[in-house]
């Protein structure tokens, strides 16, 4: 028999003399079957105290929607949210303290009718990392004063009858560009909507969304189109008490389509499928480009950088120009971090990878540019951590060595790690990067390391050099990486190259010249705001009218490119978005390695050499996003999943678990389930030696072709 908590019984039964529909949480999910409250039930207050008798109730929630007197509820998950709103939406009287943020609640205009919904705002998601959910028909909303890990929800009331001044509101549904969502919004008929499955709870969402859409696919009279698909999956979405994202949701569906079509040599959904088209020869003929050797007007690029790219040249058994200039970008971009900026406030922080087989050279400015800096006296102010081994460790690092460049190998593993919800100290990291990248013009960052333990960042300034091998990455990156903006913020230097012949002889010595010159950027002053080193007050350097010019005009060619892509939904167009800040960053770091100091201003030079950069990298960078990141988890389990089909033939629930690492047997068999309602798998029985048979699944093909399933 559970302990009744005196508090949260009074505000159930006082839910209940109010004519909500009122629930027992515990981990804000439903302790009991409440699908009769979805219909207009209302559980009497017998049942309320049985509940508080038999479950250790924590948490309390009531029915949203037209069960709550037709009120919906926005739920703010952090700061950025909650101004959000305060900006966007009209004041209500009736708000909720929440953990992170704050619950705050509407009515539905007369007529509308409000669904659950998350991230409804995904401008605020790329650029801030928060997000506003919406809780309306079919939902429920935690309500005080239940308990959350830090303390109890509580009300935040205004006037003298809250809840009879409550505002009518129409929920804002916006696209990743800014604009009105309305995209795959097809009416469904009446008799159709009987089609639509009952709601899944998390953890069964995907399996039953893959076993509908397989359903409508293949057993249905009618041909749907893809938009209709789209539709009939956001109807069934809305009624989920959590539902899923928008764009996992139309992920999901494009794929099971798509494989449809491969499987059965069918194109009846391509006139619904969006394929964005390059918008001018220049970027079609950069990704036709092969990437061998980079162009001199890359790998040449004058001043310091130049000087780096030939010492790592001299100085390593195989070395690649571009890679050693990326170091470089990293390297000289660290050394006058906080102390200049550009007109637009952009420091010169860099996230740059290099992703190439083994033995082509990646790994030649991980020992290269730490022997330059220890020839220059400054290794020690200037390297950060070679291991990023969690997101609290980054951020007590950064506390103590405020302008850091870190040098890392693996970034593979890295991302593996952070992707691996099991492995809780580096689950944080990528976030936590993106927040370093974007804030590094704030003279103060709090950061919530710990309760007891919170890290104050005065200023702060982290560039890294990563490298890996093309398949440790791509296996590990998931399109999520790349639409919540992560990936937006690192450079790809991709090169499909060969091994090269190793030198015989090199030559470690620095160069005198290269020595002072990175002892002179290490010497300018940080300027600072006051006579106390608190907040910096870097040096602006802006690009030339001439400059400026240049860059406006190229600038308005990636706007283009971005608005093109905005049409798909794996977030590739904020990879485009970014494109102009780094260029006005390495056209910077150019600036000053051809000055060898702080520069007046920003030359056409540099400005053009920035952009032929960005425009020689970010194609290629995209070009492999696209054929190799999985769009989700479950994505990136097909891919593997064939490749044990491929080489055994067949595939059960155990060779999935037990060769893929971080997969549990319930996400094998629900991988496993979904590819057979998309039709790229049949299950089959497999006669084990002990005589005893075992589901299996071969590939579809496999059955036309006749092949016989071998024993074990």
């Not at 037709?70 to 909650?82: C, K, L, R």
């Not at 003298?160 to 309305?182: R, T, V």
């Not at 890996?468 to 903006?485: C, E, L, Q, V, Y």
């Given at each position: 028999m559970s302990t009744k908590d005196p508090e949260l019984l009074a505000a159930a039964l006082e839910c209940h003399d109010r004519g909500w529909a009122v629930l027992p949480l515990a981990d804000k999910k439903p302790l009991v079957r409440w699908a009769q409250y979805q219909q207009g039930e209302i559980p009497s207050s017998n049942e309320i105290n049985q509940w508080f008798i038999d479950f250790n109730v924590r948490q309390i929630a009531?029915?949203?929607?037209?069960?709550?007197?037709?009120?919906?509820?926005?739920?703010?998950?952090?700061?950025?949210?909650?101004?959000?709103?305060?900006?966007?939406?009209?004041?209500?009287?009736?708000?909720?303290?929440?953990?992170?943020?704050?619950?705050w609640y509407f009515r539905a205009p007369e007529g509308l009718e409000v669904r659950n919904k998350v991230n409804i705002v995904p401008s605020l998601k790329n650029t801030f990392n928060c997000q506003i959910d919406v809780r309306g028909d079919g939902g429920y909303i935690v309500?005080?004063?239940?308990?959350?890990?830090?303390?109890?929800?509580?009300?935040?009331?205004?006037?003298?009858?809250?809840?009879?001044?409550?505002?009518?509101?129409?929920?804002?549904?916006?696209?990743?560009?800014?604009?009105?969502?309305?995209?795959?919004?097809?009416?469904?008929?009446?008799?159709?909507?009987?089609?639509?499955?009952?709601?899944?709870?998390?953890?069964?969402r995907n399996s039953t969304l893959a076993s509908y859409i397989g359903t409508l696919i293949f057993k249905s009279d009618g041909r749907f189109t893809l938009a209709e698909l789209i539709a009939f999956a956001k109807l069934w979405n809305n009624q989920n008490p959590v539902p899923l994202s928008d764009e996992d949701l139309v992920i999901t569906v494009k794929s099971i389509a798509k494989t449809h079509e491969r499987n059965h040599s069918q194109t009846i959904y391509e006139k619904d499928i969006v394929v964005a088209e390059f918008p001018d020869p220049e970027l079609e003929q950069a990704l036709s480009e092969p990437v061998t050797e980079a162009p001199d007007y890359i790998t040449r690029p004058g001043g310091i950088l130049e000087e780096i790219i030939d010492y790592i040249t001299e100085s390593s058994v195989i070395d690649f120009p571009l890679f050693s200039l990326g170091a470089g970008l990293c390297l000289i971009g660290t050394l006058i971090g906080q102390k200049v900026k550009t007109e637009t406030g952009l420091r010169t922080n860099l996230y740059i990878m290099a992703l190439a087989p083994s033995g082509t050279g990646k790994d030649s400015p991980l020992k290269a540019i730490p022997k330059i800096l220890m020839s220059a006296n400054c290794a020690e102010a200037v390297l950060g951590p070679d291991q990023l081994a969690s997101a609290p460790a980054l951020w007590k690092h950064l506390e103590a060595h405020k302008c850091?460049?870190?040098?890392?190998?693996?970034?593979?593993?890295?991302?593996?790690?952070?992707?691996?919800?099991?492995?809780?100290?580096?689950?944080?990291?990528?976030?936590?990067?993106?927040?370093?990248?974007?804030?590094?013009?704030?003279?103060?960052?709090?950061?919530?390391?710990?309760?007891?333990?919170?890290?104050?960042?005065?200023?702060?300034?982290?560039?890294?050099?990563?490298?890996?091998?093309?398949?440790?990455?791509?296996?590990?990156?998931?399109?999520?990486?790349?639409?919540?903006?992560?990936?937006?913020?690192?450079?790809?230097?991709?090169?499909?190259?060969?091994?090269?012949?190793?030198?015989?002889?090199?030559?470690?010595?620095?160069?005198?010249?290269?020595i002072k010159s990175i002892r002179a950027l290490n010497a300018i002053k940080r300027p600072f705001v006051g006579d106390l080193e608190t907040s910096p007050n870097p040096v602006t350097v802006s690009k030339t009218e001439e400059a400026t010019a240049y860059f406006n005009k190229w600038r308005k060619k990636h706007i283009n490119y971005q608005t093109v892509f905005m049409k798909d939904s794996d977030g590739i167009a904020s990879i485009y978005a970014r494109a102009p800040e780094h260029a006005s960053k390495i056209a910077l770091i150019h600036a000053v390695s051809l000055e060898r100091g702080v520069p007046d201003a920003v030359g056409l030079d540099s400005v053009s050499y920035a952009c032929k950069l960005i425009d020689w990298t970010i194609p290629k960078m995209v070009e492999n996003l696209k054929e190799h990141a999985s769009y989700n988890s479950q994505d990136g389990l097909r891919r593997r999943i064939m490749g044990i089909l491929k080489k055994n033939g067949h595939v059960t629930a155990r060779d999935v678990y037990s060769n893929i690492r971080d997969c549990s047997s319930l996400q094998a068999k629900d991988a496993l389930y979904i590819l057979e309602q998309s039709g790229e798998l049949i299950k089959v029985n497999k006669r084990g030696a002990n005589g005893q048979s075992t589901e299996a699944w071969v590939a579809a093909d496999t059955i036309t072709r006749g092949v016989k399933l071998k024993d074990a």
């Open positions: 009531v029915l949203t929607g037209q069960k709550l007197g037709n009120i919906w509820v926005a739920d703010a998950d952090g700061p950025d949210a909650v101004e959000w709103l305060d900006s966007h939406a009209p004041r209500t009287p009736v708000k909720v303290r929440t953990r992170k943020g704050e619950h309500i005080p004063p239940s308990w959350h890990s830090e303390g109890q929800y509580e009300w935040v009331l205004s006037g003298a009858d809250p809840w009879f001044n409550i505002p009518e509101y129409k929920p804002p549904l916006e696209n990743s560009d800014g604009s009105s969502a309305n995209v795959y919004e097809v009416n469904v008929p009446r008799e159709k909507k009987a089609l639509i499955p009952e709601p899944a709870l998390e953890g069964f850091q460049l870190c040098l890392l190998d693996e970034i593979g593993d890295l991302m593996g790690s952070v992707n691996n919800k099991f492995d809780t100290a580096k689950s944080g990291l990528t976030q936590d990067l993106k927040k370093l990248f974007s804030s590094t013009d704030r003279g103060s960052l709090k950061i919530y390391v710990e309760s007891a333990k919170n890290v104050h960042l005065n200023w702060h300034h982290l560039s890294f050099y990563a490298t890996g091998t093309p398949t440790a990455f791509w296996s590990n990156i998931k399109m999520g990486d790349i639409i919540d903006g992560f990936i937006s913020r690192n450079l790809i230097f991709c090169a499909n190259l060969l091994p090269k012949e190793p030198k015989n002889h090199v030559n470690t010595h620095v160069p005198e010249s290269l």
